[in-house]
């Protein structure tokens, strides 16, 4: 995995430079590396819950994340962002431990996605301000697009295989592709705990723990284009509300479990490289609001017909959009100006976790009065909302980022 800059010079910052992503996209890679993703939601199917209990676990799993984004984003920005990487994958661990002694308890569930809202917010906004901050520190700020691309790249190369691997687990034990995913965190951590935190990007005065928060939200309610940004992402991330109920839209397609994992190896490896070459498009500004159009007529495409062609179509649907997602999530990163970047990080994630904790139980309502597949009609409503929105907003952004770029 290790990262090529072309000819780029061979210095010890250059090298340091390259350790540091080495064990960077491991950490990442190992984190979600969880045969648990194949199978989850049909788990808890089979256990005896039903869709509208499933997606009130979700909202549950929303919210705790909403509520410990902030705290945990600040935590990152007056403490080790490494340290908070280690610790992040050893908390998550503790949920499938948790749901494999559930049986079928709601509460130990529930119980579950707590542990794992905590374990993920150590990394939300920890991960983007170390990369970011480090590839400051070495000068190489301007090949942000292009690492975070290839974070993105492992994220999904994780998922196909662990997935893949995770039902043909499933198909011969449930419980144990859901107790086996204790064991790539475990060597997340151990990662994460090899990496070498470099000085921030910024240094100033000693900033407390409760000013980086104040000091975020000011940002938040001052700085124009972050809000742009963060109403997009609202968007054109709605396929994390919309995956959760996959595996529900596998069965009534009638796809076997143990191709689960074929699906989700599929989907993940059209997203990986969709995710490789993203930056590649960054001056590209018309993707931001053309993407997610299609992506949205793909998705009538699948709410009207269940079967295994609409599979594939839901599946390039998810990639269709993750260019526009990696690019906006980089473009928040360059128009931050404040000291508190891990803090803000976490706020916009905040901002996202406040809308899945009322998706889900939505996309349930939904499913409960019409059926399942108008969830994925109501998904096609939201991104064509968001390209609206970014055709909008086109020109500001741009400028904004392209003079964030040149101040970096």
């Excluded at 930056?279 to 299609?294: Q, S, W």
């Excluded at 793909?298 to 179509?313: E, T």
Aim: glycine share 6%; net charge positive; proline share 3%.
């Amino acid at each position: 995995m290790e990262p090529r800059h072309g000819s780029m010079q061979a210095t010890p910052e250059n090298a340091a430079c390259r350790r540091f992503l080495r064990c960077y996209y491991l950490t990442e890679f190992w984190y979600d590396f969880v045969f648990a993703y194949a199978i989850y939601t049909v788990y808890f199917s089979l256990r005896g819950l039903t869709v509208f209990d499933i997606s009130l676990l979700l909202s549950w799993w929303a919210f705790a994340a909403m509520a410990l984004e902030v705290p945990t984003g600040a935590l990152a920005d007056s403490w080790s962002r490494r340290k908070m990487l280690a610790v992040a994958p050893l908390i998550k661990s503790l949920c499938f431990a948790t749901w494999f002694l559930a049986g079928g308890r709601f509460w130990l569930f529930a119980l579950g996605f707590l542990l794992w809202a905590l374990g993920s917010s150590f990394v939300s906004g920890t991960s983007e301000a170390l990369l970011y901050d480090t590839l400051a520190h070495y000068g190489k700020r301007e090949q942000y697009e292009k690492a975070l691309g290839k974070r993105e790249f492992y994220f999904h190369i994780a998922l196909a295989i662990s997935t893949i691997t995770g039902g043909l687990i499933a198909a011969y034990d449930l419980d144990l592709a859901i107790l086996l995913s204790v064991i790539p965190l475990l060597l997340s951590a151990a990662f994460a705990w090899l990496i070498q935190e470099m000085p921030r990007a910024k240094s100033t005065e000693e900033i407390h723990y409760l000013s980086h928060i104040r000091l975020a939200l000011r940002e938040m309610k001052t700085n124009r284009i972050l809000l742009y940004l963060i109403v997009y992402l609202l968007g054109v991330t709605i396929f994390a509300d919309l995956e959760e109920f996959d595996q529900l839209y596998y069965r009534l397609a009638g796809l076997p479990i143990a191709a689960f994992g074929v699906a989700s190896f599929a989907g993940s490896a059209l997203s990986g490289l969709a995710a490789r070459l993203g930056y590649k498009m960054k001056e590209r500004h018309f993707v931001m609001y053309a993407l997610p159009v299609g992506s949205a007529a793909l998705l009538v495409l699948v709410s009207r017909h269940p079967s295994i062609l609409a599979i594939g179509l839901l599946l390039v649907s998810y990639a269709v959009t993750v260019p526009a997602r990696v690019l906006a999530e980089s473009r928040i990163q360059h128009s931050i100006t404040g000291v508190s970047r891990a803090t803000l990080t976490s706020g916009t994630v905040l901002v996202r976790n406040a809308f899945g904790v009322v998706i889900p139980v939505i996309f349930g309502l939904i499913s409960r009065v019409w059926n399942l597949q108008a969830i994925y009609l109501s998904g096609a409503i939201v991104l064509l909302a968001a390209s609206a929105w970014a055709f909008g907003v086109r020109n500001r952004i741009a400028v904004r980022t392209a003079e964030a770029s040149t101040q970096g």
